[in-house]
């Protein structure tokens, strides 16, 4: 018997959401990334990447729905068929524009080969779901306590708490409601390799409509295909970077004027370390201690045309000592939570725990003390991260500043759209009021 047809890109979200439930590492949703995705047009691969990231990023209020719709724990079901079913229930409750007969048929397909137990199963539950499953929904998400909010918004419990601790209760709110959000789609021109005028010329070449950003020199807002399938991205002139990187990006850079001796620490990608190379310095080190990641920077690097970087694979706090204060300008763009980047990372919130932010935090510590040991005296010590809470932000340059002999630039004085709220001299991209990922940033100076 012929198997059921599934439309291309429910197989192909289908296909990352195992990917994302088998992997331990980040899933990138991006057709450069998603080998199902390559070779599907543009509006199959958009509505592919809409299922898988929307799938992810609901999944504890879809999974708390099935539950209640299902006489079986989902513990217990197969990766496939708890795939399909999550996705289908998205469909059902989170997008209109889908038929309802066409979410769990297609649904039931995906499971065909598991058997007509298991395809008898996800029918059952998708149908009590599609009759029932908004009033379930709006039953357990009634309330305004935090559990509630929190799985309105597919949040951590964890995470909501202490936002809500941090920020107060309407501010974590805002902050789950826009990790749920669409990144946006945004480039940062390579300036080694042309102009903006160019890019955006080149862009549209490819059907791709470029917008100008204010604050953001370099940087454009897209519509249309994908961005990897253009010839601007494969030549180098644009690169994905979101606002709030390529404003760290930015911070660094600034500080290093031609012919400085510049170090970028744990690298990788390479996005800052190609905006740190148009500064034109006179030495570009670049440390990633991942050898894997190690390479893929490389490609980047080769691609955005910076062709005198040092890379070096290793642990940026086992730098020789023979390097102590050699560099004018410092970047470290630390290992972090990453929960700032909850829109763009669609599994990351479930990747995360508590003890996270704590365990970064130290590591963060300690890297910022092995990167000030770099910096030359008059020198620039610029710390980003993707991320909002105080242990990995405040705290952090807090440490450093208490040893003496450190300054902060004022960067609230040059970029008061981004202020800190509780720190004027750092920046703090908010992504409900930005619309880009949160990055905090600071500019450390060190005494002549």
Request: some cysteine; aromatic content about 4%.
């Amino acid at each position: 018997m012929a198997q059921p047809r599934v439309s291309p890109p429910r197989r192909a979200a289908h296909a990352a959401l195992l990917r994302a439930a088998s992997s331990h590492s980040h899933l990138d949703l991006t057709s450069a990334a998603v080998p199902e995705l390559r070779d599907l047009d543009s509006r199959d691969a958009a509505l592919a990447m809409e299922l898988a990231a929307g799938t992810l990023k609901r999944r504890g209020t879809l999974d708390a729905v099935l539950e209640r719709c299902s006489s079986h724990p989902l513990k217990k079901v197969s990766a496939g068929a708890l795939a399909a079913l999550r996705m289908g229930a998205y469909q059902l409750l989170y997008l209109d524009r889908v038929p309802a007969h066409a979410a769990v048929g297609e649904s039931v397909a995906l499971v065909a080969c598991e058997g007509t137990g298991t395809r008898g199963f996800v029918n059952a539950v998708l149908r009590r779901v599609s009759a029932d499953g908004r009033d379930i929904l709006a039953e357990l998400t009634a309330g305004e306590d935090l559990r509630s909010v929190a799985l309105r918004h597919s949040c951590p419990l964890w995470l909501a708490r202490l936002w809500s601790e941090e920020f107060g209760a309407q501010a974590a709110a805002d902050l789950m409601e826009a990790g749920n959000c669409a990144p946006e789609r945004c480039l940062r021109v390579n300036l080694l390799a042309g102009t903006r005028d160019a890019a955006v010329e080149r862009l549209a070449a490819d059907g791709v409509t470029a917008t100008p950003v204010e604050h953001f020199p370099e940087a454009l807002l897209i519509e249309g295909p994908p961005m990897e399938r253009t010839a601007a991205f494969r030549q180098g002139l644009v690169t994905p970077q979101s606002r709030g990187s390529q404003l760290a990006g930015r911070v660094a850079a600034e500080a290093a004027g031609p012919g400085a001796a510049v170090a970028d620490l744990c690298a990788a990608p390479g996005l800052k370390t190609a905006q740190l190379a148009a500064a034109q310095p006179s030495r570009l080190l670049v440390v990633e201690e991942d050898e894997r990641r190690a390479g893929e920077l490389r490609v980047t690097l080769e691609r955005l045309r910076v062709s005198r970087a040092e890379v070096v694979v290793g642990d940026a706090l086992e730098l020789p000592v023979e390097e102590d204060g050699a560099f004018d300008v410092v970047l470290l763009d630390a290992p972090c939570t990453g929960l700032g980047t909850l829109s763009s990372r669609a599994d990351l919130r479930w990747r995360r725990h508590r003890l996270d932010v704590d365990r970064l935090a130290g590591l963060q510590r300690r890297l910022l003390h092995r990167a000030a040991a770099l910096v030359r005296p008059g020198g620039a010590l610029t710390y980003s991260v993707c991320t909002l809470t105080r242990a990995e932000t405040l705290a952090v340059i807090d440490d450093l500043l208490s040893t003496g002999g450190w300054a902060l630039d004022d960067l609230g004085a040059q970029f008061p759209e981004f202020v800190h709220p509780e720190s004027d001299a750092t920046l703090l991209t908010w992504p409900p009021r930005d619309h880009t990922t949160g990055f905090f940033i600071a500019r450390l100076r060190r005494g002549a």
